[in-house]
């Protein structure tokens, strides 16, 4: 065997000449498999144009590497992972293709018709503004089942003595008398996981007087589901 069985890195032979050429050959392929990250998942032929050590996975399915030069096809094997950076997703390769397994923010399970289930943290900076209330502009999920709300105090909220975390139907749901200091956290966990029809924003609500400033980022911790596709 000249060359080892999973990632087909080059042996040194006895007497071989030139041998840091063979070492050199392996720590390039090394270089491109270990950790492996591609800046996407191809449809069209790979770029006219790459940089050294541009990584794509090939519409066939390979993963091709730019290196000295020149694109170097690597044939993926069952388990290989890559980490898609244009849409912050984890693929996983079956020995057949590749696979999303989650991606930034989520973790998804895959059913073989096509429906998923898919664990999802949707989170945001909220500027609290003046006013007795204020709403998120980033929302929970149509039909998502919420688990709890998490949150942190980034800048000193003002003009209250105390908030209370919520939706619009109920203000109270994730917390009340949190603190307004920076730094201050809220973990609220649903009583029981709670089901939304709609998107829904996120309230939080002054105590003790109105708001006056201040930001929070708050975290929506739930789980999503869509139906088979085939």
Not at 163 to 172: F, I, M, Q, R, Y
Request: glycine residues 12%; contains cysteine; hydrophobic residues 40%.
């Amino acid at each position: 065997m000249s060359d080892t069985f999973h990632l087909e890195l080059p042996f040194l032979e006895a007497s071989q000449a030139q041998k840091h050429v063979t070492v050199n050959e392996a720590l390039r392929r090394l270089d491109a498999l270990l950790h492996l990250s591609v800046a996407s998942q191809l449809t069209a032929p790979l770029p006219a144009a790459p940089a050294e050590g541009d990584r794509y996975i090939t519409e066939t399915g390979d993963v091709a590497a730019f290196i000295d030069g020149a694109w170097v096809h690597f044939t993926p094997k069952p388990g290989w992972r890559a980490w898609n950076e244009a849409t912050d997703t984890l693929l996983v390769h079956d020995g057949y293709g590749w696979s999303p397994l989650s991606s930034a923010g989520s973790f998804t399970f895959f059913g073989a018709s096509g429906a998923e289930t898919k664990l999802t943290i949707v989170q945001g900076e909220h500027e609290v503004g003046t006013g007795a209330s204020s709403d998120t502009s980033f929302a929970i999920p149509d039909r998502a089942i919420v688990f709890g709300v998490t949150g942190l105090v980034t800048e000193a909220i003002t003009g209250a003595t105390s908030w209370k975390l919520g939706v619009a139907a109920d203000p109270v749901r994730y917390g009340n008398s949190i603190g307004v200091a920076s730094g201050s956290t809220v973990i609220g966990p649903s009583g029981t996981p709670t089901a939304y029809y709609g998107a829904t924003a996120i309230r939080v609500t002054a105590e003790g007087g109105s708001f006056t400033g201040g930001k929070v980022r708050l975290a929506i911790h739930c789980l999503e589901m869509s139906g088979p596709s085939a």
